[in-house]
C-alpha cells in the first residue's frame, strides 16, 4: 500500500525556518517526481514546488522561490521542504504528492498534511 | 503563469442529479488537465487525468472531456458521498495551477 507521511510542521514565528519531511512506503520511490502542494486554511490548493527522480530538474512556484528548497533522499525513501524566511501568508496544511505521468503531473498520492502555522 | 477558472464556484444538486463543473485556461493546455476531489478534513484524491481518463478505482459517474482552454467534469448520477469540493489542475507548464475549486453540496 503506498504511504506518505508528512512530519515537521508547527508553529514557528515570522522570519523563522522549518523543515518539512515526507516519508514514503509501498512503492518504489526513486521512480517517481515528487511534489509539494499547500492549502491555506479554508482556500484551494496551490503547487509549490517539484523535484524529478534524480533531483536535476527542479521548480518552485514564484511565492516560495529563494526561501524553499525541495529535496530528496532515495536511499532513505525520503522528501523535504527546508522553508526560511516564512511569512503569515505561509501558514497552510503542506502535502506531499507523488507524481506519476510524464513530468510528475498526476498527483496520485498524497500525504494526510501538516500544518505550517506562521504566526507571532 | 497559465490561469485556471472554474464555474461555478460553488454548486447545489439533489441526489441522481446530473451535475457538471468547467474549467478553463487562458492559453492552450491541450488536454493536460486533471481533476481532484477534496473532501473536508481530508487530501485530495485524483480522479481524471489527462482531461478524460478516469484514475484506476474512480466510479464510472465521473467523467472528464475538453481540451485546448475548455474543460467539463461530469458526475452522470449525483451519490451522496460525492458531496466535496473538486479542483481542476493544469500541468501544460509550470508552475502547475489550480482552479479555485467547486463546492458542491447536497440540495
Known amino acids: 500500500e503506498v504511504q506518505l507521511v508528512e512530519s515537521g510542521g508547527g508553529l514557528v514565528q515570522p522570519g523563522g525556518s522549518l523543515r518539512l519531511s515526507c516519508a514514503a512506503s509501498?512503492?518504489?520511490?526513486?521512480?517517481?517526481?515528487m511534489n509539494w502542494v499547500r492549502q491555506a486554511p479554508g482556500k484551494g490548493l496551490e503547487w509549490v514546488s517539484f523535484?524529478?527522480?534524480?533531483?536535476?530538474?527542479?521548480y518552485y512556484a514564484d511565492s516560495v522561490k529563494g526561501r524553499f528548497t525541495i529535496s530528496r533522499d532515495n536511499a532513505k525513501n525520503s522528501l523535504f521542504l527546508q522553508m526560511n524566511s516564512l511569512r503569515a501568508e505561509d501558514t497552510a496544511v503542506y502535502y506531499c504528492?507523488?507524481?506519476?505521468?510524464?513530468?510528475?503531473?498526476?498527483?496520485?498520492?498524497w500525504g494526510q498534511g501538516t500544518l505550517v502555522t506562521v504566526s507571532s | 503563469d497559465i490561469q485556471m477558472t472554474q464555474s461555478p464556484s460553488s454548486l447545489s444538486a439533489s441526489v441522481g442529479d446530473r451535475v457538471t463543473i468547467t474549467c478553463q485556461a487562458n492559453?492552450?493546455?491541450?488536454?493536460?488537465l486533471n481533476w481532484y476531489q477534496q473532501k473536508p478534513g481530508k487530501a485530495p484524491k485524483l480522479l481524471i487525468y489527462g482531461a478524460s481518463n478516469l484514475e484506476t478505482g474512480v466510479p464510472s459517474r465521473f467523467s472528464g472531456s475538453g481540451s485546448g482552454t475548455d474543460f467539463t467534469f461530469t458526475i452522470s448520477s449525483l451519490h451522496p458521498e460525492d458531496i466535496a469540493t473538486y479542483y481542476c489542475?493544469?500541468?501544460?507548464?509550470?508552475?502547475?495551477?489550480f482552479g479555485q475549486g467547486t463546492k458542491l453540496e447536497i440540495k
Open positions: 509501498g512503492f518504489t520511490f526513486s521512480s517517481y517526481e
Open positions: 489542475q493544469q500541468y501544460d507548464h509550470f508552475p502547475y495551477t
Open positions: 492559453q492552450d493546455i491541450n488536454n493536460y
Open positions: 523535484i524529478s527522480i534524480t533531483s536535476t530538474t527542479i
Open positions: 504528492a507523488r507524481g506519476d505521468g510524464g513530468m510528475g503531473n498526476d498527483f496520485d498520492y
